[in-house]
């Protein structure tokens, strides 16, 4: 990861509508998710209104860290057991009571947008709605610390003891980071740990928070077939939302939230 760099207001202008371009896309496929579609079909979407908006997917192409392909889709769509980083397949087909992790990011003006969220696929199980609302929720706990004066490791105890009160686990393996004109900045924001730790956070920081939460056991697998996906260790489900959000002098500002519409 490259340093921690403090945005001014017109980098983080610039980062709010990146964010807003990928959330809106997101919403939209809150309709296009259902029973029948690839998650081939969910990438292709995702371009398409990328490239619309005047972005480049930040996804495709992205090195792998070990040396193997880079990442062939424009989203990482993570299905089920899938953790994070699933690549989309046309041999992959959503049914009824799936769940899907859909990450993607844009890289337009010089900076990223990076947000995720997890879909039901028609109707879904009691459990793994509860898994879904949970990890929403962890999510939404861990912005609200967000907060000048306050510490990294504030965000993933946040997350940690949401999620472990309900029962669920943290994963371990992967992490929120900083984010800007590089998709993945400094500091490493992960999902667990003690308050009071780790960097101070101060106004002109922008964290992409991500948790990522396991209905069972917080262990995972890296897939040999891709080198990419990484699953649950148990086959239990697994969730996943992410927002960015910039450190500001009145707290957490979540980039790409709607404009309010005038009165």
Known sequence: MTRTTLKSQAEI???????RIIRGILADLRTFVRPGITTLDVDRFA????????????????PHPSGGRDF????????????????PSSSTVLKEGDILSVDLGIRRDGYFGDAAETFAVGRIEPEAARLLDVTREALMRAVAVV???????DIGHAVQMHVETHGFSVVREFVGHGIGSNLHEEPQIPNFGEP???????????LAIEPMVNAGRPEVLLSAADGWTARTRDGSLSAHFELSVAVTEDGPKVLG????AAA
Do not use: Q, W
Not at 47 to 62: D, H, L, S, T
């Open 257 to 260: 939230d709607p404009v309010p």
């Open 47 to 62: 371009e398409e209104r990328i490239r619309a908006a005047g972005g480049v997917p930040a996804f495709k192409g992205y």
């Open 196 to 206: 009071g730790r780790g960097m101070r956070l101060s106004p002109g920081m922008v």
């Open 72 to 87: 062939p889709g424009t989203v990482c769509a993570s299905l089920n057991d899938e953790v994070v980083h699933g690549v």
């Open 147 to 153: 907060c000048p004066g306050n510490r990294v490791s």
């Open 13 to 19: 202008a610039l980062m709010d509508e990146a964010n």
